[in-house]
C-alpha cells in the first residue's frame, strides 16, 4: 500500500514538473519576441526630437536608420526628417535632393497600394514648396489633400499626425498672406489631430502655440500672446531640451517688446535666444534673429551694434538666398521632368485607347460583313447594293479613324496659344494673390522667380503685365515695393525711426540713391520728405 502511495505521488510530481516545462516551452516564443529591438515609432520619435535639438545629430541618427530600414513607408518619413533637418540648416538643395531620392520602381509598384505614402509624398512636396517660398503652389496641394473627408475621419495614428502638419502648414501659408483669422482657425484644427502621446506630437503642439501667439501679436492683441509664448517656455524647459523651440519662442516674445516699444527688453529675449542655439546650425532662425537685433538696434540709435548685427544678417541672407534660389531651379526641374512623365504617360494612354478603339470598330465591322454575306446568298441583288453600302462605310470609317489620329497628333503638336480672355483673367487673379505675399521684397525677385512662384509662363507673365498693368516687370516690381514701404511708414510708427539706407535694403533695392530715386518718381518726393510729411500730419 504504501509502494503504490509513494508511485502515485511520484507520477503527480512528474506531472506537474511537465506542465511547468511545457509551459515555459510555450511562453518562451513571448519572450524571445519582447527581445527585440524598439519598434519603428519609437525610433522615429526619436529622430523628430532630435530635429529640434541639434540637426547634425538628427541626420547621422535618421541616415542609420535608414541604411537599416527596408520598408519604404518607413524611409518615406526618414527621409522627411533628414529633408527638413537640412532646410533648417538652410541647405535648400540637399533638402531637395532627399526628397527626390527615389527606390526602385518595382518596389513603388509593390507598394503603390499604400495611401498613406501618397499623403505623406504629399506633405513632403508642400513641405518643400514652404521651405523655398513657394507658398501658393503649397497651398493649393495642401488644400487639394484636405478635400478628402474620408481622410480627415481617419483614426490611425500616422494619418493623424500627418493631418496635423499639413493644417500647421497651411496656417503658416495663411500666415504669409497675412491672413490670420484662416492661419488661427487651421492651428486650431491641427491641435485637435494631435492626441498622441510621443515626443512629436508635443513638439507640434508647442509650435502650434508660437505660431498662434505670433499672429496674435500681429494683430495687436499682445498680452494674450505673450501669456502664450511664456507658458511653452515654461513647459519646455519643464519636458528636456529643445533649443530649437526655446529660440523660437524667444524671437517671437522679442516682437511683443518690439511693438510695445521696449526695445531693450526686446534685445534680452533676443540675446536668451540665440544663446540656445549659437553653436547649433539652425540657419534658418538664426537669420531672423540678426534681423531683428538690427530692428531694435537701429530703433536705439545704437549705430556700432546696428552694423554688426547688419552685417552678420546681410552675409547669412546672401548665403540662404542664393541656396533657395538653386533650390526653386531645382524643383523646377523636377516638376517639369515630373510633367514630361506625365505627358508620355498619358500620350501613350491615348494611342493605347485609339488601338483598342479600332480593334472594336474593326470586329465590329467584320461581324456586319458578316452577317451581310450570309444575307446575300438569298439574295443576288441585294448582296451587290450591300456590298457597295459596306466599302463605303469602310472607308468612311478608316478616314474619320486617321483624321482623330491625325487631329490628336495636331493637338500633341500644336505650340502655345496667344493669352486668351479666360487665360488672362486666370493670371490676373493669381498676380492679385501673389501681391499680398511679401515676396517681391526679395533682392533677387525676376521674372522667372516669379513664374516659378505663380505656376505661370513667363511670356504670358511678360505679356499680362505689359498689356494690364501699363508697365515692365521691373516697374510693376518697384511700384509693389514703394506701395508696401510707404504704407507701413504710414502705419507702423517704428519704421519712421529708420534710416532710409535701411528702408532701401528691406524694400529690396540694391542701394540707397536706386530707392530714392523710385521713391520720388512714384510719390512725387523723396523718402525724408515723404517721411516729414507723416509726422507733421500725426502732431496737428
Known sequence: MKNKTENHFNCKETLKNNVFLLFLIALFPLFIHAQKGPDFSILTDKSFQKLYQNPEDCIGYSQSL???DKNLEHKIVLRNIL??????????????NI????EEEENIRKNSQSYFIHLFSEYSLADQYQNLGLYNQSKKIISSILQNQDLLKSRDMKMKTTIAKLYQLQAINFGITRNYQEALKNLIISDQYLTGHNKENSILTWENKIFRASYLIRQNKLEEAKKMLDEVIYEVKQKGDYPFIIAFAYENLSRYYFQKEDYNTAIKSLETGLLQIENLPYNNIKIVFYELFTRNYLALNNDQKYHYYNNLYSDLKAKLDTNKKEGIQYIVKLVETYNKKNFEIQKQKKIRQVRNTSIIVLFFVLGIVAYFLYESRRSKDLKKQLAFFEKQKERERSVQLKDSIKNEQKNTEKETPKVSKEK????????????????????NMSISILSAQTEINTKYLSEVINSNKGKNFNTYINELRIDHIASLLKNDPAFLNYKVSYLAEYSGFSSHGAFTNVFKSITGMSPNHYIQEIIKNKRS
Open 83 to 96: 529633408s527638413q533637418a537640412y532646410a533648417m540648416q538652410g541647405n535648400y538643395v540637399q533638402s531637395l
Open 66 to 68: 535608414l541604411i537599416s
Open 99 to 102: 526628397y527626390n531620392q527615389k
Open 424 to 443: 488672362e483673367d486666370e493670371i490676373l487673379q493669381k498676380l492679385k494673390e501673389w501681391e499680398l505675399s511679401t515676396n517681391f521684397l526679395s533682392k
